[in-house]
């Protein structure tokens, strides 16, 4: 005998996305690829993130089913001291009026230069060529 699926509460939606969404708003760039060289891009802020998915915003809309490039600014340091951009790649699934939804199979961490601490900024200062 199997068991039977729990019930929703009245009045809440049934969730059927299979990876959990975060609420995490970052400034993004994006680039919509044609034969795995940009054909157009633009800016916009993330609105949740999932595993496998990116919902954001923009100004101009998106078709579906483009290939897109997605890189973030990543809110945390690499060893405290590096920054890093998340980039993602894969498809457009959806756009309704200025929000975009992107399925992705791949991403990676890039390092997007060096930070210096506070005391290795003092203790190096900038020397003048003139």
């Known amino acids: 005998m ?3 699926p729990a019930a929703v509460p009245a009045g809440l939606p049934f969730e059927q996305r299979s990876h959990q969404r975060f609420p995490l708003q970052l400034e993004m760039e994006y680039k919509l690829l044609s034969r795995g060289h ?3 891009g633009g800016c916009g802020a993330t609105v949740n993130v999932s595993s496998g998915g990116v ?3 923009t100004d101009e809309p998106v078709p579906s089913g483009s290939p897109i490039e997605l890189t973030m600014s990543w809110p945390f340091l690499l060893e405290g001291t590096c920054p890093l951009k998340l980039v993602l790649r894969g498809r457009v699934v959806r756009c309704h009026l200025n929000e975009v939804a992107m399925s992705f199979r791949r991403h990676e961490f890039r390092t997007a ?3 210096l601490s506070k005391s290795r900024q003092s203790s190096n200062p900038v020397r003048s060529l003139a």
């Open 2 to 4: 199997s068991a039977a």
């Open 55 to 57: 919902l954001f915003t």
């Open 38 to 40: 940009a054909s157009r």
């Open 113 to 115: 230069g060096t930070r």
